[in-house]
């Protein structure tokens, strides 16, 4: 649960709770166990008791706020060699301690920890208003974020706005150097060694209790990339004789990973909104989940995974299958211990059911499987929950609760909400559908998730902005995205493919506004590619940018910020059009034409150097990347 949208902006208080990082024992998942049914049950009177409180709460205002993960990288010059610094925790604890600066921005960031004891996120210290001229202090905000940082680095590091770092579990990928520990308590993986976890032990408990629940450890194979010179089969040898699976899911052709730490080590950028009401919040929820994919595909930034080349630009796949804690049973396999549910989905994945109750939606276009719990239903449908919102929810806790704090069991669930969040946010789709929290004034809420974090502040801000506006959009001129959740899920699936930017086809609709309804006497939707969605047809659709330009057409705005939102558009728009490469391309290319590359798919140690040394040259500004950029960026 981030810190957005928080009335109380106490740095000292934020840096210390970012949201469920409670002070406290975890309960071990054989301890867990006996308080699973207690928690769901006490999570869904929590949620009862929100929705009797605020169900009719209307007139709040648009807020919002992003919330970007960085790595922290150590450059060893002499030695040519790039590694991830386990240093998130002292950092973070040097911020806080250090005396109030003179600068003046110092005010307007937050720094938190994050999963990966390598790893920090970033927020604005408060959200931002719903005024267009808003918009022009979102880059400014993440560049004070990263300035403010970088006092507290020591020479050798930098911090990167970078979603997976290239070499994550390669041998000697941590500094200080750490072995994996396969027959440990925590990861037990080949590759991952548990000091890269932030030593917060709800993080460590929460590796281990997805492995104890699964019943073995996690198992992603990620397509290799099939260079001139790379094995085919492509089959690595991975001794290890001790205790445990070693690497008996590792598949030929894939890149083998065995951790969550794979997944939740990688790096986003994600933006949360609030709504003027609980059905404004449904119908933007819905209408996103359609867009997610588009802009999972406009953002790729992950063309690899430990130290190879691989044939996907996504790392959505890589972290649905690092927290994916499915037993045999759900899964639909053979199983001796029977489950009371076969799930299709991973926690960390794409929405499963819309819903919104605007007059666009229609029951055929949830289409998809949807396991729920049948008691929580009627549950819910009994205190007021129509039966859409009702399902949602009785399918989330399906799910059991990872985290456990003892302490934390007997809460008062008038004024706490810990129970419901726990099993809430740890349901990790590419919306989250967000109640507001007792006892603050936060209104009902969304969370847009699939987009991957860019190299640059520019890049972050211009995909920042294109969400606020379209959310603006949505809700301005009452539109309709929806298509069935089976074509949204292909879509998820077809974004992370190589080059789905600019290759990939995607299921959209065609008919998006009242006034083209006349269109859709046939099938409503069609197969688009992403500069069609982005940008437009010939043939009548107009495009989400040409729906942006007509909104600021029709709103008061200065000339000031028109031009720096039409800068973050054309940027938008280049992308989709494929005259600007997304990072994955940039990166991909750079690898491929390093002269250290030897076309076998691997990424040696002098490539990831001097990959990291550029792109921390792109973050600082000192150069700047023609192809990912061009002309559309003046910074």
């Known amino acids: 649960e981030p810190l957005h949208l928080r009335v109380s902006c106490n740095k000292r208080r934020a840096a210390a709770t970012m949201g469920l990082l409670t002070v406290g024992r975890p309960l071990t998942w054989e301890e867990a166990k006996k308080h699973l049914d207690f928690v769901r049950e006490q999570g869904i009177d929590q949620l009862i008791r929100i929705f009797h409180r605020l169900r009719y709460r209307k007139g709040d205002r648009l807020r919002w ?12 010059e002499a030695g040519h060699r790039a590694q991830l610094t386990l240093r998130a925790a002292d950092i973070l604890e040097a911020m806080e301690h250090a005396p109030k600066s003179e600068d003046p921005n110092d005010d307007l960031v937050l720094w938190h920890p994050e999963f990966a004891s390598y790893m920090l996120e970033s927020t604005p210290s408060r959200p931002y208003e719903g005024q ?23 020479p050798e590091e930098a911090v990167l706005s970078l979603t997976c770092f290239p070499r994550l579990g390669c041998p000697e990928f941590t500094f200080p150097i750490c072995q994996p520990k396969p027959d440990g308590n925590v990861s037990q993986s080949l590759f991952f060694p548990d000091e890269a976890i932030n030593r917060h032990p709800r993080f460590a408990t929460l590796a281990a209790n997805i492995r104890k629940r699964r019943g073995k450890k996690v198992a992603i194979n990620v397509p290799i990339f099939k260079d001139n010179h790379t094995p085919s089969p492509f089959v690595e040898t991975i001794l290890y004789n001790g205790p445990g699976e070693g690497a008996a899911s590792a598949l030929p052709d894939h890149v083998y990973l065995d951790a969550m730490g794979f997944g939740m080590g990688c790096c986003c950028l994600q933006v949360t909104f609030q709504a003027c009401s609980i059905e404004e919040a449904r119908h933007l929820y819905d209408q996103l989940a359609v867009v997610s994919p588009i802009v999972l595909a406009l953002s790729a930034s992950c063309p690899f995974a430990r130290g190879y080349l691989t044939d996907r630009d996504c790392r959505w796949h890589i972290i649905s299958g690092s927290v994916d804690d499915r037993t045999p049973a759900e899964l639909g396999q053979p199983s001796d211990t029977p489950s009371r549910y076969v799930i299709p989905k991973s926690r960390y994945d794409s929405i499963s059911s819309f819903i919104g109750q605007s007059e666009h939606f229609k029951d055929e276009y949830n289409d998809i499987p949807l396991p729920l719990d049948e008691s929580i239903k009627t549950r ?7 039966p859409l919102l009702a399902r949602h929810f009785a399918h989330l806790f399906i799910r059991d609760p990872l985290v456990i704090y003892e302490d934390k069991l007997q809460l008062d669930n008038e004024r706490s909400s810990d129970h419901f969040e726990n099993i809430q946010s740890t349901n990790w789709q590419t919306m989250r559908f967000k109640p507001p929290p007792p006892g603050q004034e936060i209104g009902w809420r969304v969370e847009f998730r699939p987009t991957e974090v860019q190299l640059t502040d520019f890049e972050n801000a211009a995909f920042t902005v294109f969400v606020v506006l379209l959310t603006r959009v949505i809700v301005s001129f009452n539109l309709n995205f929806y298509i069935p959740l089976s074509k949204v899920d292909e879509n998820m699936k077809n974004a992370q493919l190589t080059d789905a930017a600019v290759k990939g086809r995607f299921h959209f609709r065609r008919c998006i506004s009242p006034c083209m309804e006349g269109d859709c006497t046939s099938c409503p939707y069609d197969t688009m590619s992403i500069n069609e969605i982005m940008n437009g047809k010939e043939t009548g659709f107009p495009g989400l940018i040409t729906l942006i330009q007509i909104y600021l057409r029709t709103v008061p705005i200065d000339l000031e910020t028109r031009g720096k939102i039409e800068k973050y558009l054309l940027f938008i728009s280049m992308r989709a059009a494929g005259k600007l490469q997304t990072a994955a391309a940039w990166m991909r290319n750079f690898i491929m034409t390093h002269p250290d590359y030897k076309h076998d798919s691997v990424i040696s140690d002098v490539i990831n150097y001097d990959l990291l040394r550029k792109i921390q040259r792109f973050s600082t500004g000192e150069e700047r990347c023609e192809e990912m950029l061009g002309k559309a960026c003046d910074c």
């Not at 202090?137 to 970088?150: C, I, P, S």
């Not at 819910?380 to 129509?386: K, Q, S, T, V």
């Open 65 to 76: 706020g992003d919330e970007i993960e960085y790595v922290v990288v150590r450059f060893d």
């Open 132 to 154: 267009l001229r808003d918009l022009l202090t979102v880059e400014t905000n993440m560049t004070a974020r990263r300035a403010k940082v970088l006092r507290f680095l020591q």
């Open 380 to 386: 819910l449908e009994a205190n007021g929950f129509d």
